[in-house]
């Protein structure tokens, strides 16, 4: 009887290595490939659900690239996501010199303080900034690569 090892499978709670990349129609937004992997738990939020479902069941060692559909990996492009920020609120939060330029990605602390979220700015004027905290790759079709390294 030989005792063959069988590859780790991906489940709901793994802890992973691996490399991947996200891209949309403009190009990619995160690529790991060129570096070092990535580590990361599923079920914690790092990866969006539509993404995760896509790692279930993958045996480490695969490498494979899924094309999701527009909506499917971010969620459709959401018009209250777009909001103007006070520059005497920004002025509070951070520098007060600070210049903010269309397309500035700016990270804002999450109300309890224990993360952050980000925002693209879309428009300033003299008294007020607006934000689009929208993923960039909200209502797009995305592109999944995955190099699946470790499964714990």
Do not use: C
Request: hydrophobic share 40%; net charge negative.
């Amino acid at each position: 009887m030989s005792s063959t090892t069988q590859p780790a499978v991906v489940t709901a709670g793994s802890f992973l290595t691996l490399h991947y990349r996200l891209a949309g129609p403009a190009g990619d937004i995160i690529n790991t490939f060129n570096d070092k992997p990535a580590t990361l738990s599923l079920g914690t939020g790092e990866l969006s659900p539509a993404v995760e479902q896509r790692l279930i069941g993958m045996e480490e060692g695969t490498h494979a690239t899924f094309d999701l559909p527009a909506g499917a990996a971010f969620g459709d492009r959401n018009p209250d996501m777009q909001q103007w920020v006070a520059r005497k609120l920004l002025a509070q939060m951070g520098d007060p010199d600070e210049q903010y330029a269309v397309g500035d990605v700016v990270q804002f602390p999450t109300p309890d303080g224990t993360g952050s979220y980000a925002g693209a700015v879309i428009e300033s004027n003299e008294t007020a900034v607006r934000f689009d905290f929208n993923h960039p790759l909200a209502g797009q079709p995305v592109t999944f690569e995955v190099k699946l390294i470790g499964v714990l």
